[in-house]
T-cell receptor, first 116, second 110 residues
């Protein structure tokens, strides 16, 4: 089945530094990738939708200059958290729509970001 | 305003019994509905889905029911197993973009 590989699975960084999270579709081409953020005991909140070769579409309230999304190829999308602060600590998950079959989405394994 | 609601944050069930997880939505434009299972510190994994033109979809122990008039769907797990213990997210999709509920934590006791 379709697999999305997400790295790193966890990262600890200092305030003010930047962190890059990668998501790769391993056996299919992901023209659209979704980036989510999940706080404890809360839902997956859509941050942005990225389409290969074009600018990402950000949800209301998400700072595009802080959360940089790049989708330069059909198999790779990256999320960079710039100038990270402790309040950015969260669980970030990417998802790709599997074009064939149905409306199903495949999720990455998630990245636990802790900013100290 | 939540468009997809899972009003029960948790559910506890005895092994072998039926687990019923509920989900309500408000947007009548949603045309596809999905259930995902999630373990801590992992990404969600797809479980089962249903199109808005159907009212039932079954896959092994998992059955999803859709009541469009009530804007309600439910996931039935029969029989429940301890390995089913996880957080279950309901998602509703419009134009291929899913909106997730907050999840229901299911605990199946041996």
């Amino acid at each position: 089945g379709a697999v999305v590989s997400q790295h790193p699975s966890w990262v600890i960084c200092k305030s003010g530094t930047s962190v890059k999270i990668e998501c790769r579709s391993l056996d299919f081409q992901a023209t659209t990738m979704f980036w989510y953020r999940q706080f404890p005991k809360q839902s997956l909140m859509l941050m942005a939708t990225s389409n290969e070769g074009s600018k990402a579409t950000y949800e209301q309230g998400v700072e595009k200059d802080k959360f940089l999304i790049n989708h330069a190829s059909l198999t790779l999308s990256t999320l960079t958290v710039t100038s990270a602060h402790p309040e950015d600590s969260s669980f970030y998950i990417c998802s790709a729509r599997v074009q064939e079959g149905n409306y199903g989405y495949t999720f990455g394994s998630g990245t636990r970001l802790t900013v100290v | 305003d939540q468009q997809v609601k899972q009003n029960s944050p948790s559910l506890s069930v005895q092994e072998g019994r039926i687990s019923i997880l509920n989900c309500d939505y408000t947007n009548s434009m949603f045309d596809y509905f999905l259930w995902y299972k999630k373990y801590p510190a992992e990404g969600p994994t797809f479980l089962i889905s249903i199109s808005s033109i159907k009212d039932k979809n079954e896959d092994g122990r998992f059955t999803v029911f859709l009541n469009k008039s009530a804007k309600h769907l439910s996931l039935h797990i029969v029989p429940s197993q301890p390995g089913d213990s996880a957080v279950y997210f309901c998602a509703a999709s419009e134009n291929y973009i899913p909106t997730f509920g907050r999840g229901t934590s299911l605990i199946v006791h041996p």
